[in-house]
């Protein structure tokens, strides 16, 4: 079936079809592309072809690359790190040195000495090193054999869902205290704050205290942005002064500004306890510096016994066998990390009911 389709992520779920149509046999699965109608994506036959032609390695990756890029794109816009405004991009592996205070520079008189812009650095120089958030979907055999951009869109997005959830929960989870191969939320440690309840005049004061306590840690609030559920932001843009006027009328769902700051929402911020609660995150993003290229790997399985479970342990466990019921595994791994440039980049309001 042809089709023009040209959306962000096209070709990483054409690449994963053909594999998994091939049952992971890269000279099978070339010929699979080749036999399809994808003018719109040729980058999955290049790609493909770097696993059967025996291409050194640096040429292998940059036949490759298209694809993870291309699945790395459509991730974006669908994961909350991406979407925060004002964080600093950085490469891999790069040492970086953390400062407590930027910086000033000074006029200097005609033939006079000039000074040294002077910073107050933190302690230890960092650099952050690849981490790395994998992502396993299982699909029929007949929905991988459908040559249509649903079955595509499916492939994508329950991938893509996958993806999205993990990373943001790591990024923004104020519990999340890192591991070895998971980085720390960037609200780890932040200062935190009790919602004191949900009418007009307590959010106004919660939310106040918010700014105050990050422009008190030395922001100035122009890289600052609010991170919520859409529930928290739709709440709130319902939310009606005494005489009847919306209160917080650039509040939407699917974020706007609050108090001038832009609002970014997800419906990956965490919820907590029963009754089930969350929290309104106030973040200066100009703390923040974020690491990734755009690398992405992917890879398919059929013939495997799999724990159906999120939280999968090891040991003795129920397997369920991909072969007997005529599905397949298919996996994305996505390579980034991210760390805080400097304290005060966060400030926390918890126990959000609405």
């Known amino acids: 079936m042809s089709t023009n389709i040209t959306r962000k992520g096209l070709a990483a779920a054409r690449y994963l079809r053909s594999l998994a149509n ?26 493909l072809k770097a696993a059967v ?7 292998a990756a940059a036949l490759i690359r298209p694809v993870a890029i291309d699945f790395a794109e459509y991730l974006r816009p669908l994961t909350l ?14 040492r970086m040195v953390g400062m407590t205070a930027g910086g000033s520079a000074s006029w200097v008189g005609e033939g006079a000495p ?19 958030v994998v992502a396993i979907s299982i699909a029929t055999q007949e929905l991988l054999r459908l040559s249509t951009p649903s079955a595509e869109e ?19 989870d104020p519990a999340n205290a890192g591991t070895v191969d998971k980085p720390a939320s960037v609200t780890y440690g932040a200062p935190s704050f009790a919602s004191t309840g949900a009418t007009l005049g307590a959010i106004d004061g919660d939310l106040g205290g918010l700014i105050g306590s990050l422009s008190d840690m030395g922001s100035d609030l122009s890289a600052a942005a ?22 917080f009328p650039t509040v939407t769902a699917r974020g706007g500004t609050l108090f001038g700051l832009p609002v970014v929402t997800s419906g990956n911020v965490p919820l907590v306890g029963s009754p089930a609660a969350t929290c309104i995150v106030l973040l200066d993003a100009d703390g923040i510096a974020l690491a990734d290229e755009g690398d992405a790997t992917f890879d398919v399985a ?46 926390v309001l918890t126990g959000v009911g609405y």
């Not at 032609?53 to 040429?59: N, P, R, V």
């Not at 000039?114 to 790395?132: C, M």
């Not at 859409?230 to 209160?247: F, H, K, M, N, V």
């Open 53 to 59: 032609d025996g291409l050194d390695a640096s040429s």
């Open 154 to 172: 499916t492939l994508l997005a329950d991938l893509g869902r996958a993806c999205a959830e993990a990373v943001d929960l790591a990024f923004i």
């Open 81 to 94: 790190v991406w979407r925060v405004p004002g964080v600093l991009h950085v490469p891999f592996n790069t």
């Open 226 to 247: 609010w991170i919520m559920r859409p529930t928290t932001a739709a709440y709130l843009a319902r939310l009606r002064g005494t005489g009847g006027g919306l209160a």
């Open 114 to 132: 000039k000074p040294l812009t002077a910073a107050i650095l933190a302690e230890q120089a960092t650099s952050l090193g690849p981490a790395k």
């Open 302 to 347: 059929r013939h495997a016994a799999a724990q159906m479970s999120d939280a999968p342990y090891a040991g003795a466990q129920q397997l369920v066998s991909l072969w007997q019921l005529n599905m397949v595994a298919l996996r994305a791994e996505r390579t980034v990390n991210w760390r805080r440039r400097r304290t005060g980049t966060a400030a």
């Open 22 to 47: 091939a049952e992971g046999d890269p000279t099978a699965a070339m010929a699979y592309a080749e036999g399809q109608d994808w003018r719109s994506t040729p980058s999955v036959i290049r790609a």
